[in-house]
């Protein structure tokens, strides 16, 4: 037996929405959530679901299955549908956060329960820098931070990222990803790729032109310090191996690693040529 739906609504609520620059942002809409509700009128669980997916009798005769959202949290459940129509299960899961080793406060928001991704925020001396809105947030410094886009998680062609300052001044956004590399004596190496036209989403250079595919070493503002490495094809689309091997491969600052340039050729690069100290 299929469930009813019953809506209520009161107030506002919060969604995440994105600007035409595709910056995500909490937009506060009429508040709509729902209760799945059985043929009297009563609820299968007791909260109000402002995004849910309801699965029933194709996954497991009998249940239904319950995944949802709510203020920020996020529920999974199941029911009998075999007559009895009684709430079995329901957990809720609340966003973790943590304290970094700068003392910056990692918030999180569940918007919707699309894998159970959790959206990201960040928290300075007490008071909101970043609202969790996006779906990754890294502070590999403590004056840079890392805002990651899209479904950035499900592949390294997917999504991509932009670095800040404490000021919120955009750095670079011309990656899919950056990675920086601690080293000894305080050394760091940065590592970023595009993986152009294959990227899944669009990213641009700072003109405003399609970035091409490549890996390059960045300091730590973002800006590019090597020559470009090239990206492995190979039929049927990209190996990630170049992009993987270029960050395992750093282990000192004294190394020199061989990799290939953009024409396929094989280059040397000194990493105490492309290593900082922040």
């Known amino acids: 037996m299929a469930p009813y739906l019953g809506i209520i609504s009161e107030g506002t609520m919060k969604i995440i929405s994105e600007d035409e620059n595709r910056e995500p942002f909490f937009e506060e809409v009429p508040d709509e959530r729902h209760y799945l509700i059985n043929k009297d009128g009563i609820p299968f669980f007791d909260v109000p679901l402002e995004d849910y997916i309801p699965m029933t009798e194709a996954d497991e005769p009998g249940k239904l299955f319950i995944y949802g959202t709510a203020k920020g949290n996020r529920y999974e459940g ?124 669009p990213i641009f250079d700072r003109n405003g032109e399609p970035m091409p595919e490549g890996i390059w070493f960045i300091d730590k503002d973002g800006n590019r310090i090597s020559k470009t490495m090239g990206l492995v094809q190979e039929e049927g689309g990209f190996e990630y191996e170049g992009y993987n091997f270029v960050k395992e491969a750093i282990t000192s600052v004294n190394d020199v690693i061989t990799v290939l340039d953009e024409n396929g050729e094989e280059m040397k690069i000194a990493i105490k040529d492309c290593a900082f100290k922040p």
């Not at 009998?80 to 966003?95: H, N, Y």
């Not at 918030?107 to 996006?134: C, D, Q, R, S």
């Not at 886009?149 to 499900?154: K, T």
């Open 78 to 201: 199941w029911s009998q549908i075999d007559g009895s129509e009684r709430l079995v299960r329901m957990e809720e899961t609340e966003p973790r956060t943590f304290v970094d080793e700068f003392g910056y406060e990692h918030t999180g928001f569940y918007a919707n329960w699309y894998g159970g991704y959790m959206k990201h925020g960040l928290n300075i001396n007490g008071e909101v820098f970043i609202e969790p809105v996006y779906s990754g947030l890294t502070v590999p410094f403590k004056d840079r931070i890392i805002l990651w886009y899209s479904a950035f998680m499900q592949g390294q062609n997917c999504g991509y990222c932009r670095m800040i300052d404490l000021d919120k001044n955009a750095l670079t956004d011309e990656y899919n990803r950056i990675d920086f590399i601690g080293l000894e004596d305080g050394y760091w190496a940065g590592v970023a790729v595009s993986y152009g036209s294959d990227s899944e989403d």
